[in-house]
């Protein structure tokens, strides 16, 4: 049986009604046309492509249609749904975050792209995880990019090493977020992590400096605290590792390294006189772009001169094959110039924080065999998040 065919009337009425549902606020009632809508939508299940294609573009900039006949219209194909979606004005956050759940790529990509993207938006297009969308809604400066999306995001910068580079750009980008991803960064982002995300604490330091004479008073039996005071401490150097040592000086740890190579013994030790856990050094020792090198000699007061020093030691060249500067030393070395040493120690200090302090490899085997977080402050505690995403859970 063949479908009947549409008459004049049809097409009369269906172009009338969108008249009325594109009409301004001021010369049609609420009332009326919601009414209107409720019809024409009805009509629209029955329409052809071209007949939706009219009424999409005709209601692109209208704030006024419903939002009923709006959300279906931008959860039709592509070609129907992408004026709405370009340019609408009218959906909110729920209606947005029901499209991209229901729609396709393309339409992801124009909600991406919006010149205003809320918050919960952009937490339903990084959980729906597209590279491309994702990389236009961090490029986006319209989009609103809340903690646990950023988080996200962070978390997937591991495998989509071009997200750093966005991100670091983002001022939503907390200190915590932007320390975890320095791991797997390239230099360049590494570098501006470095600039922007190193606090001074010297605020810090002198609200909190009379809790450090009362916790030596407790002989620092207070595991909470010591721990919370490992981040805001101003001294760097381990004097208590040092009096065990069967060296004179961090300095002189460095340069046996150097002569001898560095043995995993060594590479703790030196730790221990940086005043860092053998976790903290391994990852700075073993890191393939240094620069976490040229923290921790700035933080702990070790001279520039040193810095080839313990380079060598990794057995890492100094030059190029005509006597040049080999350019991965040359970049450490600029890192270790342009850091201050109060924003050095934050650093060292946070590395040391949240990879050690919360997270032990014991805690850290556990929680991947049984598929758990190590403990119940596992979902908030920044060090411990810090600590899954650069070791991985």
């Not at 002198?206 to 809790?211: H, P």
Request: proline residues 4%; aromatic residues 6%; glycine residues 4%.
């Amino acid at each position: 049986m063949n479908p009947p065919r549409i008459g004049r009337a049809r097409d009369a009425l269906f172009r009338r009604l969108l008249d009325l549902v594109a009409m301004p606020a001021s010369r049609l009632a609420h009332q009326d046309r919601n009414m209107v809508g409720d019809i024409l939508l009805d009509m629209l299940f029955h329409a052809n492509t071209r007949e939706r294609m009219l009424c999409a573009s005709r209601l692109a900039t209208s704030r006024e249609a419903p939002r009923r006949l709006l959300r279906y219209l931008a959860q039709s194909s592509f070609e129907i749904a992408q004026p709405l979606l370009e340019q609408n004005e009218a959906f909110d956050a729920s209606d947005l975050s029901e499209i991209v759940e229901a729609t396709s790529t393309d339409h992801r990509l124009a909600i991406a792209r919006r010149k205003v993207v809320a918050p919960g938006v952009c937490v339903a297009l990084a959980e729906h995880g597209e590279s491309l969308v994702v990389r236009k809604m961090v490029e986006n400066t319209g989009a609103v990019l809340p903690e646990s999306a950023v988080d996200k995001l962070v978390m997937r910068s591991r495998d989509e090493s071009q997200l750093c580079a966005l991100l670091v750009e983002r001022l939503e980008l907390r200190p915590s977020q932007a320390m975890a991803m320095f791991w797997w960064s390239d230099s360049p982002t590494r570098r501006k992590i470095l600039q922007r995300h190193s606090a001074d604490r010297i605020e810090v330091i002198e609200t909190c400096k009379d809790v450090f004479e009362i916790m030596a008073s407790e002989k620092w039996a207070d595991p909470v605290a010591r721990k919370a005071l490992q981040l805001i401490e101003r001294r760097q150097r381990n004097r208590e590792a040092l009096d065990r040592s069967a060296f004179e000086s961090l300095e002189s740890a460095i340069n046996s390294a150097a002569l001898e190579g560095m043995t995993p013994e060594l590479a703790q030790e030196i730790g221990y006189l940086c005043g860092i856990k053998p976790v903290t050094i391994a990852k700075i020792l073993s890191d393939p772009g240094g620069e976490g090198v040229a923290v921790l000699c700035k933080a702990t007061g070790v001279k520039r001169e040193f810095l080839p020093v313990l380079w060598s030691a990794l057995r890492r060249p100094l030059e190029i094959d005509d006597g040049q500067i080999h350019p991965q030393f040359e970049l450490v070395a600029e890192t270790y110039e342009l850091l201050t040493v109060a924003k050095a120690q934050t650093t060292l200090r946070y590395w040391n924080w949240s990879l050690s302090a919360a997270f032990s490899a014991q805690a850290l085997h556990e929680s991947q065999a049984s598929g758990e977080v190590a403990n119940e402050e596992a979902a908030f505690s920044t060090s411990q998040r810090t600590a899954r995403l650069v070791f991985g859970s």
